[in-house]
């Protein structure tokens, strides 16, 4: 038990530096790359709380590869200290080292499921609603903002604000040859909710524009009814980029959406299967780290463990990311482009742990 609660602790803590490290490193290319793109009213003071408010879906993408480096230094410091070696020459087997590795990390990854599913998301639309209503220019398509199609039209969203209205809408409209037919400028855009599937947007103060062969013909509405199956809840999901920071309900709505309208649903699979299997994938690194320290990083300095478990999840890392893209263009179940990384790196952990026990 004592040496259960030793071991775990000296592994948490160097797993939390770890991710700290990493988390402040990361954090700190984020601002540089935000204070490239001031703009408007999104100056320094905006740029470092968008940091701050993305801190959350930060830890959440860091702590894999916090807990490789961690357990990799943790366990390394074990071993400088001829700690593993005593406990092995006193009967501990590997195995059971293995497990009481495992227990806290364990804890760890509950921690980030939820942090995932009720942190993250909230957190990231925050950030970007704000970022987006202090760098948009209203009347204007900016960088910022979200894009939706429904049938054949195309509409640019300049930001939602926390309340569910809609600022700076425009919307491009098309007929089946794909000539546009109509655009319009609404400033805002308010839900009402209705029975059934009566619900619509109230959308205020507007211009439209018409677009025939005669030529082009311009008038203002005051409002104007847009009956749509897009809901606030949808509208907020679309002002998070990466699918991975939102919840798993979240990544249904919106697959269980664009398969209504005949869209493409890879990219938010790719992001429901990475959410769902990362606790296997963080095994995985766990299990490589343990087999790297009772094996070929046994005697090696803490630098060298740390460059090492860098690496591994860098690679790790790598073929993750080329295979997303490359079930988008071969067009294979994205639960394979997200499963293979995984099953490579169980093998190679299995293969050196068996080498190590």
Same mark, same amino acid.
């Given at each position: 038990?004592?040496?259960?609660?030793?071991?775990?602790?000296?592994?948490?803590?160097?797993?939390?530096?770890?991710?700290?490290?990493?988390?402040?490193?990361?954090?700190?290319?984020?601002?540089?790359?935000?204070?490239?793109?001031? =703009?408007?009213?999104?100056?320094?003071?905006?740029?470092? !709380? *968008?940091? /701050? +408010?993305?801190?959350?879906?930060?830890?959440? #993408? @860091?702590?894999?590869?916090?807990?490789?480096?961690?357990?990799?230094?943790?366990?390394?410091?074990?071993?400088?200290?001829?700690?593993?070696?005593?406990?092995?020459?006193?009967?501990?087997?590997?195995?059971?080292?293995?497990? =009481?590795?495992?227990?806290?990390?364990?804890?760890?990854? !509950? *921690?980030? /499921? +939820?942090?995932?599913?009720?942190?993250?998301? #909230? @957190?990231?639309?925050?950030?970007?609603?704000?970022?987006?209503?202090?760098?948009?220019?209203?009347?204007?398509?900016?960088?910022?903002?979200?894009?939706?199609?429904?049938?054949?039209?195309?509409?640019?969203?300049?930001?939602?604000?926390?309340?569910?209205?809609?600022?700076?809408?425009?919307?491009?409209?098309?007929?089946?040859?794909?000539?546009?037919?109509?655009?319009?400028?609404?400033?805002?855009?308010?839900?009402?909710?209705?029975?059934?599937?009566?619900?619509?947007?109230?959308?205020?103060?507007?211009?439209?524009?018409?677009?025939?062969?005669?030529?082009?013909?311009?008038?203002?509405?005051?409002?104007?009814?847009?009956?749509?199956?897009?809901?606030?809840?949808?509208?907020?999901?679309?002002?998070?980029?990466?699918?991975?920071?939102?919840?798993?309900?979240?990544?249904?709505?919106?697959?269980?959406?664009?398969?209504?309208?005949?869209?493409?649903?890879?990219?938010?699979?790719?992001?429901?299967?990475?959410?769902?299997?990362?606790?296997?994938?963080?095994?995985?690194?766990?299990?490589?780290?343990?087999?790297?320290?009772?094996?070929?990083?046994?005697?090696?300095?803490?630098?060298?463990?740390?460059?090492?478990?860098?690496?591994?999840?860098?690679?790790?890392?790598?073929?993750?990311?080329?295979?997303?893209?490359?079930?988008?263009?071969?067009?294979?179940?994205?639960?394979?482009?997200?499963?293979?990384?995984?099953?490579?790196?169980?093998?190679?952990?299995?293969?050196?742990?068996?080498?190590?026990?």
């Amino acid at each position: 038990m004592v040496l259960g609660r030793y071991i775990g602790s000296t592994v948490i803590w160097s797993v939390l530096f770890s991710s700290a490290a990493l988390m402040a490193i990361i954090s700190l290319f984020v601002l540089l790359d935000e204070m490239s793109h001031l =703009e408007n009213n999104y100056q320094a003071r905006e740029a470092v !709380l *968008f940091v /701050l +408010y993305t801190l959350p879906g930060r830890f959440y #993408d @860091m702590l894999p590869f916090g807990i490789l480096i961690g357990c990799l230094a943790g366990l390394g410091g074990l071993a400088n200290h001829s700690e593993l070696i005593v406990m092995r020459t006193s009967g501990v087997s590997t195995y059971r080292i293995s497990f =009481e590795v495992m227990k806290p990390i364990l804890v760890l990854l !509950l *921690f980030n /499921l +939820y942090l995932g599913e009720y942190i993250v998301p #909230d @957190m990231e639309r925050m950030a970007r609603n704000e970022r987006e209503r202090a760098a948009s220019n209203l009347g204007k398509v900016s960088r910022f903002g979200f894009w939706l199609r429904e049938g054949q039209s195309y509409l640019h969203v300049a930001w939602l604000n926390p309340g569910g209205m809609l600022e700076g809408i425009t919307q491009y409209e098309f007929d089946d040859n794909q000539q546009m037919v109509r655009t319009f400028y609404a400033k805002r855009g308010v839900f009402h909710e209705q029975q059934g599937d009566e619900s619509y947007w109230l959308l205020e103060d507007i211009d439209v524009t018409h677009i025939s062969d005669e030529g082009t013909k311009v008038s203002h509405l005051p409002g104007l009814e847009w009956k749509t199956r897009v809901r606030p809840d949808l509208m907020a999901n679309e002002s998070i980029i990466d699918p991975v920071n939102l919840s798993l309900r979240e990544l249904n709505r919106k697959i269980e959406y664009l398969t209504a309208q005949g869209l493409n649903t890879r990219r938010y699979e790719l992001g429901y299967w990475k959410k769902v299997l990362q606790p296997l994938a963080v095994v995985g690194l766990v299990l490589i780290a343990i087999s790297f320290i009772f094996g070929p990083l046994r005697e090696s300095t803490m630098g060298v463990r740390i460059v090492s478990g860098m690496v591994a999840g860098i690679l790790f890392k790598f073929v993750q990311d080329l295979m997303a893209p490359a079930s988008l263009v071969f067009e294979f179940p994205p639960i394979l482009a997200v499963i293979l990384p995984i099953l490579l790196c169980y093998g190679v952990g299995l293969y050196l742990f068996r080498r190590a026990a």
